[in-house]
């Protein structure tokens, strides 16, 4: 690009404050504003990152008519990425879009037409593929030293979180769905991502809503939900071209463990294994399994126990901007773990295996 700095812009930074800590850590990129509509977390985070008042906006279409910005981050409720990430790309403005891309195929499907239309980069925000663990494993799965892969199970279990707050995650209309697009969509994209992104040709899945229906674990606790028709915990088979297969579940809430909130991805592979898990309090394992001198063995790295994913989600998607790359998570693989959730909506309302 001839421009000396990129300028960047982030909206919704209650979320998004992790893209505005990512631009300002890039030497090539100038934040040239931030937005958000509540007025106390637009000063919270402007006051936090140093943002010059003139660069808050409280209006989105203020911003992006007022501010010559080059990409954005959009960190808002589900059912606005769609509108606010079409508005920015038909401005010639490259979009980095937090998962998921948007409520269903469809609408994910017209942002990325919008995209190529605009010959524009479009990347999906899936900040858990660059911890130091995944990011490993993904290494030594491009040695080929797994054979094929030929199963994986994948999941994301918390105990009792269901987001009240903001009241738009429990509201199919504006979410797309509950735990399974919300907290299941991050690890169905690092099972696929792992495995290479097969394609899915059929699922099948059951949806459950034992828990929000009643306002029970909620955070805040025993909120009263005024809007609750999504599910709290879902869990999905998916079968792939070439006849590998996914088993994969999701909850914001479930009798186990108290306070239990981790994610698994296990690889099945004909000449070697892998297991990756969240630890409590925060910590992370991974392991590869495999036959050593004809003794099953493991292998487990040394790695460093922390990483800002967001941080290097957003510099990579600077640096595909600056070279006209290709990112890592295009849109393409947005769709396809949205054409999967929904897979599991329809088979749980049908009772029956759908094809994708």
């Known amino acids: 690009m001839s421009i000396s700095k990129i300028r960047a812009a982030v909206v919704g930074v209650g979320v998004g404050w992790n893209h505005v800590e990512g631009y300002?850590?890039?030497?090539?990129?100038?934040?040239?504003?931030?937005?958000?509509?509540?007025?106390?977390?637009?000063?919270?985070?402007?006051?936090?990152?140093?943002?010059?008042?003139?660069?808050?906006?409280?209006?989105?279409?203020?911003?992006?008519?007022?501010?010559?910005?080059?990409?954005?981050?959009?960190?808002?409720?589900?059912?606005?990425?769609?509108?606010v990430a079409t508005k920015c790309l038909e401005r010639g403005i490259h979009v980095l879009c937090e998962k998921p891309l948007s409520t269903d195929v469809a609408s994910a499907t017209r942002i990325a037409e919008a995209a190529e239309k605009a010959n524009r980069t479009l990347m999906v925000c899936y900040n858990?593929?660059?911890?130091?663990?995944?990011?490993?494993?993904?290494?030594?799965?491009?040695?080929?030293?797994?054979?094929?892969i030929y199963a994986a199970k994948a999941g994301w279990m918390r105990e009792g979180f269901i987001p009240a707050h903001g009241a738009w995650f429990t509201q199919k209309a504006k979410a797309g769905g509950g735990a399974l697009i919300d907290l299941g969509v991050h690890v169905l994209d690092l099972a696929l991502w792992l495995m290479g992104y097969p394609k899915p040709v059929s699922v099948s899945g059951s949806m459950f809503a034992e828990f929000g229906m009643r306002g029970q674990k909620t955070v805040p606790r025993n909120a009263n939900l005024p809007t609750f028709d999504v599910?709290?915990?879902?869990?999905?088979?998916?079968?792939?071209?070439?006849?590998?297969?996914?088993?994969?579940?999701?909850?914001?809430?479930?009798?186990?463990?108290?306070?239990?909130?981790?994610?698994?991805?296990?690889?099945?592979?004909?000449?070697?294994?892998?297991?990756?898990?969240t630890a409590e309090p925060n910590g992370e394992t991974v392991a590869i399994y495999k036959y050593v001198s004809d003794q099953p063995s493991a292998i487990?790295?040394?790695?460093?126990?922390?990483?800002?994913?967001?941080?290097?989600?957003?510099?990579?998607?600077?640096?595909?901007?600056?070279?006209?790359?290709?990112?890592?998570?295009?849109?393409?693989?947005?769709?396809?773990?949205?054409?999967?959730?929904?897979?599991?909506?329809?088979?749980?309302?049908?009772?029956?295996e759908v094809e994708v």
């Open 231 to 277: 599910e709290d915990s879902g869990m999905g088979f998916v079968r792939f071209e070439g006849g590998a297969v996914l088993q994969f579940e999701s909850s914001w809430a479930s009798h186990r463990e108290p306070k239990a909130d981790g994610f698994f991805v296990r690889l099945f592979g004909s000449e070697a294994g892998a297991n990756f898990y």
């Open 128 to 148: 858990h593929r660059y911890r130091p663990e995944i990011m490993w494993l993904k290494d030594q799965l491009r040695t080929g030293d797994f054979g094929r």
């Open 24 to 83: 300002q850590s890039h030497p090539d990129v100038e934040i040239v504003g931030i937005c958000d509509m509540n007025p106390q977390i637009l000063k919270e985070r402007g006051d936090r990152f140093n943002i010059p008042l003139d660069r808050r906006f409280d209006n989105f279409d203020d911003m992006i008519t007022k501010t010559k910005i080059d990409v954005i981050s959009i960190a808002l409720p589900n059912f606005l990425h769609e509108p």
């Open 300 to 352: 487990v790295p040394k790695l460093p126990t922390t990483t800002n994913g967001h941080r290097i989600a957003v510099h990579h998607f600077v640096d595909c901007v600056k070279n006209s790359k290709t990112p890592d998570s295009p849109a393409e693989h947005g769709i396809v773990g949205l054409k999967i959730i929904e897979g599991i909506y329809r088979s749980s309302k049908t009772g029956h």
